[in-house]
Structures are given as structure tokens and as C-alpha cells.
């Protein structure tokens, strides 16, 4: 079972967030796992990925955005913070985990949102050893032309980007090109017929479980090369 924590953080509406530590005493590298703009970090998805990373050695880190926090705490349904919130947050969660971890970087991974917010702070110096996107939101769904990838030429890290072909918030041939000024090396592994939240079609006869413990495994062969 992971351990319940509450996280302090300064520059938000609310003075902490929760969170939950899995494998604290993993010896493989931490993980910063980070939840999108709609899934809370109790979500199917975040709880498997997360409990398939632990099992795979990696002491793993969840936590909740402030508007988040707010709606589990019974507020009515809110729309995501701005970065200024959400990256003071997002700190203070990688420096708990740095603290429960004997101060080893971290691994900053990330479903969707969670993942760039994590990719600003990395470009902003924040230590980590690389970053993993679970779907990288490229751009909004059906606004190709807006897009989320004027940092990339700061990022020099190793980054893993983890993208289903049905994916409508990253068309593969554009994700391609920004990859292409990625100023570290970046690795792109394609989901064959997995959306944005990683879902499959029916015809590949994969549980979710089973893609998600297949997300976390990729993950954790490329953290061995870091």
C-alpha cells in the first residue's frame, strides 16, 4: 500500500496537496509521477502505472495539482491552475521525494499536462535525470497549429515520449519535427492504436492492465540507460 503524504508548497490557493509514495525504499531510480489536466492522480491509470513501477524496484511519487486537491475535497469540478501554480507545486513534490529518497534525483514522468508541467521545470534547471511523457500534449485536440514546443530546444536531457497513434492531442508527424530541435536525446516509442489515454483497440485483444504495465516496463528499460 502507498504511503499518504501532504505536501507543502508556497504560490497556490491552497497551502498543501496530497500524495502517495509507492516502494520508498526502491532502489532503482525515483519517479515524479505527475497527473494530467483530467486524472487524478488515483485514477486506474496513475495507480497501475504507478504500482507496475514499483514492482519494477522505482520508488514513485504521486501527487495532486492545487485545483485538484480542491475538487477532491468535495469543490465543484474546476479547470486546471496556470503554470505559475502548478510548477511551485510540482517542486515541492520532487523535492519531497528527493528528501524521502536519500536526495537521489529523480525521474520527472508525467500523463499528459503532468508531464510538460514537469518539462518546464527541467528547462528552469530543476535537478532530475530525464524526463517520460505519457502523451505528450502537443497541442490542443484540433488546433495542430498551437503549438507546445518552444522549450524543447532548452531541454538538454534525456527524454522518453511514449505517443498512441490515435493520439489527438499530438499528430506524430508534427511531434516528428519539434523533436527534431530537441536539444537533448530524445526517444520516441509509438503505441500502435492507443488515444490519448492510452486506450487500444479491441481488435489488439490488450487489457488495459496489460498496456500499462507495458508503459511502465518501457520506462523503466530506458531509466536503465541513464
Known sequence: MPIELRIPFTGGPIPAVAGLLDNPTGRATPILFAHGAGVDMTSDFMRDVAACLAELGHPVLRFRYPYMERMANGETRRPPDRMPVLE???LAAAMTLMERTDGRSP???????????GSHLARAGVR??????????????????KLRDGHFGEL????????????KLAELDLLDKSLEMYAGEATLQIIEGA??????LKAQNQTDIEVRSDLASRVHTWSETL
Open 88 to 90: 511551485p507545486c510540482h
Open 128 to 145: 532530475c535525470r530525464g524526463l517520460a511523457f505519457f502523451g505528450y500534449p502537443l497541442h490542443p485536440a484540433g488546433k495542430p497549429h
Open 156 to 167: 538538454d536531457l534525456p527524454a522518453l515520449f511514449l505517443q498512441g497513434t490515435r493520439d
Open 195 to 200: 488515444n490519448h489515454g492510452f486506450q487500444v
Open 107 to 117: 525521474i520527472f514522468c508525467g500523463k499528459s499536462m503532468g508531464g510538460r508541467v
